[in-house]
């Protein structure tokens, strides 16, 4: 069997045992008996325990703490040793020491296989085995950190649409808490959350019974952008201290560790977007009812009408080119327009007073257009010119992304009013 395959073979026994206890033949040399180290426990609640070191000559046991502002004749120093394994994340190389002497009671044989970590005695660390009265380990924080997920959705947002940043502790927080802070966690809960969004913002929530916090923010400008959450969890705890005379007694104390991670988020740019409005031109058809338009009649740009005769007409929207949505440049589809309204601009028609439409009044795109001709078509040289009739177009366009452009067009169309069309 290899060196490694021993100690990884001692470190299993750990896990079935909660303890790992390796004799050790010293101390002889400084006048005394033989002596022997092993990992002994005291059992606490939901079954942690916590193990310390004890030294074992032929006639009295001995607890060897941490630290020397004990009674007892012996102290120990315990070093963390990495030494990852499925099941063991690290461990706890225990170093025994003669207080009064300082020589190292289970110091390994010069002959000792490797890896050797210059002692005998070994624990593996586990949620469930915790050293007496030991701080927590240095790198608690970062480690503790992992079991908090935070994510951003979209990952890639629009500058000034939302993003949502979400947080979610893990389920293996409570062990962890044990392993990395050397405690038996009791009850616990987050009781504050602060969330800073990269951006020069932060908001702070109140914690409760919730291990999952959802908060949407709006990035304002294109960028890329670390967002970090940090949870707040305070609860009680079981440890364990030596007293004065280095024997380990259980205690239940308050405990708070903060917790947090990040995601970067991006926004890019708000997309350029341009509303071309259409092209349009007025259509008008005779109207055969003086109060009902006609369903779908053809619209004309240039008519003939009767003289001295009021003539009714039904406004029309004539699209030559319809409205154009562009995204950076690019067509991103066409619009659909529809007539709101019109109004009559110029002078008024000969219409008596009271039938005819007046200029300068907005109607509804459904109204009819009245207008009357006493007069024939008026003679420039050996040509007659019709007569031009300008109307204003009220057109509301709806684009594809659901922006609706509101347009007034300026347009005309001509009547002819002949001598033939005369009556009486």
């Given at each position: 069997?290899?060196?490694?395959?021993?100690?990884?073979?001692?470190?299993?026994?750990?896990?079935?045992?909660?303890?790992?206890?390796?004799?050790?033949s010293?101390?002889?040399?400084?006048?005394?008996?033989?002596?022997?180290?092993?990992?002994?426990?005291?059992?606490?609640?939901?079954?942690?325990?916590?193990?310390?070191?004890?030294?074992?000559d032929?006639?009295?046991?001995?607890?060897?703490?941490?630290?020397?502002?004990?009674?007892?004749?012996?102290?120990?120093?315990?070093?963390?040793?990495?030494?990852?394994?499925?099941?063991?994340?690290?461990?706890?190389?225990?170093?025994?020491?003669?207080?009064?002497?300082?020589?190292?009671?289970?110091?390994?044989p010069?002959?000792?296989?490797?890896?050797?970590?210059?002692?005998?005695?070994?624990?593996?660390?586990?949620?469930?085995?915790?050293?007496?009265?030991?701080?927590?380990?240095?790198?608690?924080?970062?480690?503790?950190?992992?079991?908090?997920q935070?994510?951003?959705?979209p990952?890639?947002?629009?500058?000034?649409?939302?993003?949502?940043?979400?947080?979610?502790?893990?389920?293996?927080?409570?062990?962890?808490?044990?392993?990395?802070?050397?405690?038996?966690?009791?009850?616990?809960?987050?009781?504050?959350w602060?969330?800073?969004?990269?951006?020069?913002?932060?908001?702070?929530?109140?914690?409760?019974?919730?291990?999952?916090?959802?908060?949407?923010?709006?990035?304002?400008?294109?960028?890329?952008?670390?967002?970090?959450?940090?949870?707040?969890?305070?609860?009680?705890?079981?440890?364990?201290?030596?007293?004065?005379?280095g024997?380990?007694?259980?205690?239940?104390?308050?405990?708070?560790?903060?917790?947090?991670?990040?995601?970067?988020?991006?926004?890019?740019?708000?997309?350029?977007?341009?509303?071309?409005?259409?092209?349009a031109?007025?259509?008008?058809?005779?109207?055969?009812?003086?109060?009902?338009?006609?369903?779908?009649?053809?619209?004309?740009?240039?008519?003939?009408?009767?003289?001295?005769?009021?003539?009714?007409l039904?406004?029309?929207?004539?699209?030559?080119?319809?409205?154009?949505?562009?995204?950076?440049?690019?067509?991103?589809?066409?619009?659909r327009?529809?007539?709101?309204?019109?109004?009559?601009?110029?002078?008024?028609?000969?219409?008596?007073?009271?039938?005819?439409?007046?200029?300068?009044?907005?109607?509804?795109?459904?109204?009819?257009?009245?207008?009357?001709?006493?007069?024939?078509?008026?003679?420039?040289?050996?040509?007659?010119?019709?007569?031009?009739?300008?109307?204003?177009?009220?057109?509301?366009?709806?684009?594809?992304?659901?922006?609706?452009?509101?347009?007034?067009?300026?347009?005309?169309?001509?009547?002819?009013?002949?001598?033939?069309?005369?009556?009486?």
């Open positions: 069997m290899s060196n490694l395959a021993i100690v990884k073979r001692l470190v299993a026994g750990v896990l079935s045992l909660g303890l790992l206890a390796v004799s050790s010293g101390d002889r040399a400084a006048g005394g008996p033989a002596v022997s180290v092993t990992i002994t426990s005291v059992s606490g609640d939901a079954g942690h325990s916590f193990v310390f070191a004890q030294v074992n032929s006639f009295l046991t001995y607890p060897a703490p941490t630290g020397t502002a004990h009674l007892s004749p012996y102290y120990s120093e315990w070093i963390r040793e990495s030494f990852t394994t499925p099941s063991c994340p690290w461990i706890w190389a225990v170093y025994v020491f003669n207080r009064f002497t300082n020589t190292q009671v289970n110091a390994p010069p002959t000792a296989p490797l890896p050797n970590f210059g002692t005998t005695t070994l624990v593996c660390a586990s949620p469930t085995t915790t050293p007496v009265d030991q701080p927590a380990v240095a790198s608690a924080s970062a480690e503790l950190d992992l079991d908090l935070v994510g951003t959705t990952s890639v947002a629009i500058a000034g649409s939302p993003t949502l940043v979400s947080a979610v502790l893990s389920s293996g927080l409570s062990q962890d808490m044990n392993l990395y802070l050397n405690i038996a966690i009791d009850d616990w809960a987050v009781t504050g602060s969330v800073s969004f990269g951006d020069g913002l932060s908001v702070h929530l109140k914690g409760g019974t919730a291990t999952a916090i959802q908060v949407p923010h709006t990035y304002r400008s294109a960028g890329t952008y670390d967002a970090r959450v940090r949870a707040t969890i305070a609860g009680h705890a079981q440890a364990a201290i030596y007293d004065i005379y024997s380990p007694r259980l205690i239940r104390r308050p405990f708070a560790v903060d917790v947090g991670n990040h995601a970067m988020a991006t926004a890019r740019r708000q997309p350029a977007r341009r509303y071309l409005p259409p092209s031109a007025v259509g008008v058809s005779p109207s055969l009812s003086s109060t009902i338009p006609d369903a779908s009649p053809p619209a004309f740009r240039q008519i003939d009408a009767l003289r001295g005769s009021l003539t009714t039904q406004v029309h929207l004539l699209i030559t080119r319809e409205g154009q949505l562009t995204v950076d440049g690019r067509p991103a589809g066409f619009g327009s529809v007539l709101t309204g019109w109004r009559l601009e110029g002078v008024p028609s000969d219409a008596p007073a009271g039938t005819g439409t007046n200029p300068g009044v907005i109607h509804p795109a459904n109204d009819l257009l009245r207008l009357q001709w006493n007069a024939p078509d008026r003679i420039q040289g050996t040509q007659p010119q019709a007569y031009a009739v300008p109307v204003t177009l009220f057109i509301e366009t709806h684009f594809p992304d659901g922006h609706v452009g509101a347009y007034a067009i300026a347009s005309s169309f001509s009547v002819s009013v002949g001598f033939v069309a005369e009556s009486g």
